[in-house]
């Protein structure tokens, strides 16, 4: 383990620059980053003994690389959105809504999951629209890039630790490279610098025996009326016959006077990685093709009630179905050296957990406030990383380690539908451990 060093405070009245290499610019690199510059942009940053600076570094060649993605529920964590954000970008949170129209109303919609042969609801509460906020991630993403400059095509192939001068270097495929005094790794559930921190085998995920196809496609508004009045946000169910999981919900709907009546909507549809799945002697494994994936998909809809099997079999045939691997990784105090405080992890990085009980975003939100308020909070000795990063990981591993472990065995339970009762943690309400 590296030694504890307090890098040498600035004098004569000199600010010490402390540079934070960002690597990955998804949602909890930009939240981060966001954060630090709010509080550059304070009063209080004036008299602060550290003045931030930060990089963020992105692998992809532009933002959307790899799709928009689908939608997010923010809930404990909407707390912690709003303390770090800079006002304006905070202000812009309601234009990400996904049906902004009902939030105006006052409806927050119920927690539905139903019964897909009968349409029947199986568990229903109501949700409350001021503790809940489901956003679609392609505008969340371009409100977080606001006044952020993000280094695309940056893949990165080494970090190397300069002892002497207590620094970290992140070395990329292109030949670059960028020195810091920390580096956050915010590169997602595969990520690459948890690999090289923790070494192949022990950062490896750990894939469930649970196999999903996720979509997102374009509707007439009048064609999702029958599901907007199931839920105006989104509703989800199991098979009772042969298990299974199907999630639909709104991205972007437009409010009832826009001109273009339009719905971008996401299903996702998953079922059990088992032999004798829906009379298959093999586990049924994700389809190889578009066309065989849409055709798997109307397959296990078939005998759904309305409008879920309608929804399935009208999905437009130049609609592209993503697998979507559902996969986790659990921290440990030990597992990796954040050498002296000159590196750690956040968000997926350092937690990957599967969407079964929407929390994945929010424990990334928390990861980033904490993390902000240890480096801010200067005691007047000066800056220790070692120390800042020390209690960031304890409380982030307390905190995320379990709920790792509820999202595995939620996952299950989801396409368990005789597992659906209540004490799931599948159906357990969410709250901040």
Request: charged share 25%; glycine share 8%; net charge negative.
């Amino acid at each position: 383990m590296s030694p504890s060093v307090t890098k040498p405070q600035a004098h004569n009245g000199e600010k010490r620059e402390v540079h934070i290499l960002i690597v990955g610019g998804g949602l909890t690199g930009l939240i981060f980053a966001q954060g630090l510059r709010k509080f550059n942009a304070l009063a209080a940053a004036a008299s602060c003994p550290v003045q931030f600076k930060y990089t963020i570094f992105e692998r992809d060649p532009y933002v959307f690389a790899r799709g928009g993605g689908y939608s997010l529920s923010f809930h404990w964590a909407l707390k912690y959105l709003d303390e770090v954000l800079p006002p304006e970008v905070a202000a812009g949170l309601d234009n990400c809504l996904t049906n902004p129209h009902a939030v105006d109303q006052g409806d927050g919609g119920q927690y539905q999951y139903l019964n897909l042969r009968t349409g029947e609801p199986i568990v229903q509460y109501p949700i409350s629209g001021t503790m809940v906020k489901r956003l679609s991630r392609e505008k969340l993403i371009r409100l977080l890039m606001t006044d952020l400059d993000v280094q695309f095509s940056k893949q990165l192939s080494d970090i190397t630790y300069q002892d002497d001068y207590n620094t970290v270097t992140a070395h990329f495929r292109d030949g670059s490279q960028a020195t810091g005094d920390l580096l956050v790794g915010a590169d997602g559930a595969r990520s690459t610098v948890r690999k090289m921190l923790c070494g192949g085998e022990a950062a490896a995920n750990t894939r469930l025996p649970i196999r999903m196809l996720g979509l997102r496609c374009v509707y007439p508004v009048d064609k999702i009326c029958k599901c907007l009045e199931i839920d105006p946000f989104f509703y989800h169910g199991g098979d009772p016959v042969r298990n299974g999981y199907f999630w639909f919900s709104v991205i972007d709907l437009p409010r009832p006077d826009a001109d273009k009546q339009v719905a971008e909507c996401q299903m996702t549809m998953s079922w059990p990685y088992e032999q004798g799945f829906d009379g298959i002697s093999e586990p049924a494994d994700v389809p190889a093709t578009n066309e065989e994936r849409l055709a798997w998909m109307r397959r296990l809809a078939d005998p759904w009630a309305e409008p879920m099997r309608t929804m399935v079999h009208d999905i437009p045939v130049d609609t592209e179905v993503r697998e979507i691997l559902l996969e986790n990784w659990v921290p440990e105090l030990g597992k990796w050296d954040n050498h002296g405080g000159r590196i750690t992890l956040v968000g997926d990085a350092a937690h990957a957990m599967t969407i079964f009980r929407g929390e994945a975003a929010n424990h990334g939100i928390v990861d980033v406030g904490n993390l902000l308020n240890l480096l801010t909070s200067i005691p007047s000795e000066g800056l220790n990383l070692k120390r800042v990063i020390d209690e960031y990981e304890r409380e982030m591993i307390e905190r995320t380690a379990p709920a790792v472990e509820r999202a595995h065995t939620a996952c299950i339970d989801a396409n368990t539908f005789e597992s659906v009762r209540e004490g799931s943690s599948f159906l357990a309400r969410k709250i901040l451990k």
